[in-house]
């Protein structure tokens, strides 16, 4: 069993992203390189929404993006190998 | 040229036109971000792409290339063994941190980090190109300098000495997860000033490192996942003088997934 355990925050469903970006296939650090790149394309209280394909990264990548100020509105797994984060740019 | 690993704009502006300097670009290539090299970049610099230039990918990951072939990348770039080569990033994130690593590894003298990176670099309204220099080519040689890196035998035989320090500089709830016995916390990213995208103030960052034990008197082993954030924490160590830090490049992939060593 893997030791990876996201914390799930479920999305509000009225939600709509401004932006979608997906790194399936990437891993650290590029993951939250390439997500934090791509806030920087944004406005400020613009949502993006990353998809990402292992647990590690649904762990530390909304860490990190709430570390750098945004706020993390959802983690969730979106089917058996995918998860979704979405963040609202600071 | 000045002794210091991190460098200010001010600093690389005037000494853009040294014949021994050369400048390394290491900005993610996404064809997607409208950004990195091939959209403008520090005159005189050259793409570092860790990806293509020093790793080769294989069935167990990515894995460095050997020195001579890393030697040959660098002999294309112009760069010889007493270049003064210039790292950058978009800001000063775990790229520039592994590429870092990676020539202190490869045994090069004199490796210096822009601090703020492209960031600091276009806010100062410095000069940008699209320019990509020709260089004569040199006869690199690398030799890996074991010293700057630690395998997982090397930690199990001298983790129960007192001097010795496991950092683990993955996010705090990555740590909690499972970590390398007798391991303290500190996240690559408390190095960094959101705000002005540079590291924080030496004073501070000290008293960051100190806090969780990790003080300039101790041999420090830094790890993550895959070495890169860890590699960032090891340049900000030998930014701060700190004379002994290995980073344990294969990390967390290597401790617990490939070798399945204990963690608590």
């Known amino acids: ?90 | 040229m000045s002794n210091s690993t991190l460098v200010s704009v001010e600093w690389l502006q005037a000494h853009l036109d040294d014949a021994k300097l050369r400048i390394l670009d290491v900005r993610v290539a996404d064809p997607r971000l409208p950004m990195g090299y091939r959209a403008a970049h520090i005159p005189g610099a050259l793409p570092f792409d860790l990806n293509r230039d020093m790793y080769e990918m294989t069935p167990g990951g990515p894995r460095l290339q050997s020195p001579d072939a890393i030697a040959a990348f660098l002999s294309a770039c112009g760069i010889a063994n007493d270049s003064t080569i210039v790292l950058y990033d978009e800001n000063i994130g775990p790229l520039v941190g592994s590429a870092y690593w990676l020539l202190k590894y490869l045994s090069h003298a004199d490796v210096r980090v822009l601090n703020g990176g492209w960031h600091a670099w276009t806010r100062a309204q410095a000069p940008t190109t699209q320019d990509i220099p020709q260089r004569a080519p040199t006869a690199y040689r690398a030799e890996l300098d074991e010293t700057q890196h630690s395998v997982a035998a090397w930690i199990q035989e001298h983790c129960a000495r007192a001097d010795l320090v496991l950092l683990d500089t993955r996010m705090d709830n990555e740590y909690r997860m499972g970590h390398l016995p007798g391991a303290v916390n500190l996240a690559f990213d408390a190095a960094l000033n959101f705000e002005t995208q540079t590291l924080k103030d030496e004073t501070l960052l000290r008293a960051q490192f100190e806090k969780v034990g990790a003080t300039a008197d101790k041999e420090i082993v830094v790890y993550c996942r895959s070495g890169a954030r860890s590699a960032h924490t090891f340049m900000v160590l030998q930014t701060l003088g700190y004379p002994r830090v290995r980073n344990y490049k294969g990390s967390m992939l290597d401790w617990a997934d490939r070798r399945g060593l204990p963690l608590e």
């Open chain 1, 1 to 90: 069993m893997s030791r990876w355990n996201p914390i799930i925050i479920p999305a509000p469903s009225d939600l709509s992203a401004d932006e979608t970006f997906d790194l399936k296939g990437e891993v650290c650090p590029y993951t939250f390189v390439k997500s934090k790149l791509a806030l920087e394309m944004m406005e400020s209280g613009q949502i993006l929404q990353v998809i990402v394909d292992n647990a590690e990264s649904a762990t530390n990548v909304p860490q990190s993006l709430t570390n750098e100020g945004n706020a993390v509105l959802g983690c969730e797994q979106i089917n058996a190998t995918d998860w979704m984060i979405t963040v609202r740019k600071k």
